[in-house]
């Protein structure tokens, strides 16, 4: 099984894949990414439904960031309440503090206190806009003012109440899925073996601290994702989650789709979709889509037949991509590191 004690082999594996076979591998993800941020089990659940159907890209680095700087400041403080716990569970402080792309600055290591302007400076987020969304958490009670942080998360809302279960479970859940598929692909390519295999987790039973290591986990993975995408400044957000949409396979994604010399359409391992498919997938206003839609043709990302949209050969690698192969690669090691992580139980 894929565990620390084999993530450097399988990242040493990882550097010799060609660009094609990397290039197939970060589209699988993609293909999946619109759907880890859609709030479809919880909506309507009190305090749960402040994120709406869709969480949009503003509300969530905000409390993402906080939520990490509130795990940093109780696992090095003794008298924390969360202190214990948190030293039992795989969390990657110095994996955070180092990163080489998104290089995050959380004041709880230097003492000091996390605000509107820590926040705004990290997410890249508008001081005004950080401050109507954690206004908002602060409300509700999911954020709260702490003398020795500042802007802290309220863990027992989290692991008492289970404040978010629904929406967290199904998240990991979904995110599993989504990386077997993506290991069972390099395994189907003979660069992997059946030992590197993700365990089959049921995240609805898991214990509270397994629960506890995961939300961390989790929260670092949207605030990596969502950094990678405003770094890019060639895809925002909606983009993002409309060409996840917009990558549509039939059946297994296991599927080698980076074949030479195939129409991935006509071969039946891709298939087009339209705007209002991707309107329904991606719970985007359909006029949002229509309008993204066009942009993203102007970038050679999309291209249109009739009513039918299809990705084009820019997305699928066949011509050259604006995506760095250094960042790609730093991007899919960060992703085994976090799924390994997120399937190590800490008990």
């Known amino acids: 099984m894929l565990n620390p ?30 759907e880890f941020f859609l709030n479809i089990v919880s909506l309507g659940e009190s305090i749960e439904g402040t994120f709406g159907l869709r969480a949009a890209p503003q509300i969530l680095p905000p409390i993402s960031f ?16 969360y202190h214990n716990e948190l030293n ?23 003492n000091k206190k ?34 020795d942080i500042g802007l802290a998360f309220n863990f027992d809302a989290a ?74 400044k060639y895809i925002n957000y909606n983009e993002a989650c409309i060409l996840s949409s917009a990558l549509f396979f039939y059946g ?3 599927t080698n789709f980076a074949i030479e010399q195939k129409d991935l359409y006509t071969a039946k391992i891709l298939r087009p979709v339209n705007i209002s498919s991707i309107s329904e997938s991606t719970v985007i206003p359909l006029e949002t889509v229509r309008r993204s839609v066009g942009e993203m043709i102007k970038k050679n990302l999309l291209k249109k037949q009739g009513n039918d949209i299809f990705v084009t050969d820019l997305v699928l690698g066949r011509t050259e991509t604006q995506i760095d192969r250094n960042v790609g690669l730093t991007f899919l090691r960060d992703l085994l590191k976090i799924a390994c992580i997120m399937h190590t139980s800490p008990d």
């Open 252 to 254: 297994d994604k296991t």
């Open 5 to 34: 004690t084999n993530l450097l082999e399988i990242e040493n594996i990882l550097a010799t894949v060609s660009k094609k076979n990397g290039h197939q591998m970060f589209l699988q993800h993609v293909s999946s990414f619109s």
């Open 114 to 147: 996390n605000t509107i302007a820590t926040i705004s400076q990290n997410t890249k987020i508008p001081k005004e806009s950080v401050r109507k969304w954690v206004n908002q958490w602060l409300k509700i009670g999911v954020i709260y003012k702490d003398k």
């Open 66 to 81: 906080t939520i990490l700087n509130t795990y940093i400041h109780h696992k090095e403080q003794p008298d924390r309440a």
């Open 159 to 232: 692991f008492k109440e289970k404040l978010f279960f629904k929406y967290n479970s199904n998240f990991m859940n979904r995110i599993s899925k989504n990386w077997s598929a993506l290991i069972d692909s390099l395994i189907i390519q003979g660069f992997l073996n059946d030992e590197h295999r993700l365990p089959k987790i049921n995240f609805k039973n898991m214990s509270e601290l397994f629960y506890i290591q995961n939300f961390a986990i989790q929260h670092w993975y949207y605030l990596m994702s969502l950094t990678y995408i405003e770094s890019s």
């Open 88 to 110: 039992q569970i795989l969390f990657p402080i110095n994996e955070l503090k180092n990163h080489p792309i998104l290089q995050f600055q959380f004041p709880v290591l230097d």
